[in-house]
């Protein structure tokens, strides 16, 4: 993110996207290259994320999961194509906060159904399968360019990357550390039972509320940050 943050801020334009950023350093194969792969990993990280959202949303409104992920494919990308990036960010500001109470009520009433014996299991087999998960945590550095258009100064640039960073690597260990002593767990068979955000939704708790909401301001938080990313590349383009 640190390299990106650097060839970003070199570039005389100063309001740039990967696109410009690998045609400066590449050439234009490597623009071409990055290009596709970028906009390829763009596409993956909204289907992703897409898909959640809408599988929460539609109980919520009663509608079958399909319709649920157009409602929320359609209000996003209203959203983000009606306002400045500014405001956009502005709202995921907001979003990001949601998230931050979400997880703190999470941990507050898991903690009192967690148990702490099942932290202990491993499965180094399943290593090779999260790949793809441990890899969409990178995906926030699609949004530095913006960052560095927004901010300007280097030095808010690095500052808010650091703390961002330390955020993001505090809630992942909360996160991963909460499920992994809810989620049910088959000793017979030495595996899940069943999919832990299932698992954790079905708790009669406010522990379910708080997943639901959670993942909603996750999920709503990286389409806009896509979706502003996408902009500026082709804006750029």
Do not use: H
Request: with cysteine; charged share 10%; aromatic share 6%.
């Amino acid at each position: 993110e640190l390299l990106v943050d650097e060839a970003t801020s070199n570039d005389s334009d100063g309001d740039v996207s990967y696109s410009s950023l690998a045609r400066s350093t590449l050439g234009g194969g490597g623009e071409r290259a990055v290009g596709t792969l970028f906009v390829v990993l763009m596409v993956a990280t909204l289907a992703s994320q897409l898909s959640k959202a809408g599988g929460l949303v539609a109980p919520l409104l009663g509608l079958p999961y399909a319709a649920g992920v157009v409602v929320v494919a359609a209000s996003l990308a209203a959203f983000s194509a009606a306002n400045t990036p500014r405001l956009v960010s502005r709202a995921n500001g907001v979003l990001t906060a949601g998230f931050a109470a979400s997880l703190a009520v999470l941990c507050a009433f898991g903690a009192r159904l967690a148990d702490p014996a099942l932290l202990v299991r491993a499965d180094w087999a399943a290593c090779p399968a999260s790949i793809p998960s441990v890899l969409q945590l990178l995906v926030f550095c699609e949004v530095i360019p913006t960052l560095v258009a927004l901010l300007g100064s280097r030095a808010r640039v690095r500052r808010a990357l650091r703390l961002g960073s330390t955020a993001l690597l505090a809630i992942q260990l909360c996160w991963s550390t909460l499920g992994i002593a809810l989620a049910p767990y088959d000793a017979a068979a030495s595996g899940l039972a069943a999919d832990p955000i299932a698992g954790l939704l079905a708790l009669s708790s406010p522990v379910a509320a708080a997943v639901t909401a959670l993942g909603l301001c996750a999920s709503t938080t990286t389409v806009l940050g896509t979706n502003l990313a996408l902009r500026q590349f082709f804006d750029d383009a």
